[in-house]
């Protein structure tokens, strides 16, 4: 069993930063690929960022050089750092890990950006 444990949500003003953490927990065995996705009211979840194995990162175009995901300290640990958040942003976020390929999710975090 996997468990996925989010902090870091709140409100902020547009223009300014959040960083949202996770770290997975459970019968995992090596660094798996690990990312972020959000789901605002209305719309379906989608793809924020995402780290493989190996470190590589892919990004939604939208919050290409505003937002970096990156590895904690624990094995399978990351963190998203949000910056210049705008009220579009405004979701909540799920930790999500891959593990033979199986998806886990965390329980979601809120991020609300007032304008």
């Known amino acids: 069993q996997v468990q996925l444990v989010e902090s870091g949500g709140g409100l902020v003003q547009a223009g300014g930063s959040l960083r949202l953490s996770c770290t997975a927990s459970?019968?995992?065995?090596?660094?798996?690929?690990m990312g972020w996705y959000r789901q605002a009211p209305g719309k379906q979840r989608e793809l924020v960022a995402t780290i493989a194995s190996q470190g590589t990162t892919n990004y939604a175009d939208s919050v290409k050089g505003r937002f970096t995901i990156s590895r904690g300290n624990a094995k399978n640990a990351v963190s998203l750092q949000m910056n210049s958040l705008k009220p579009e942003d405004t979701a909540v976020y799920y930790c999500?890990?891959?593990?033979?390929?199986?998806?886990?999710w965390g329980q979601g975090t809120q991020v609300t950006v007032s304008s």
């Open positions: 459970g019968s995992i065995f090596s660094i798996r690929p």
């Open positions: 999500n890990i891959v593990v033979y390929g199986k998806d886990y």
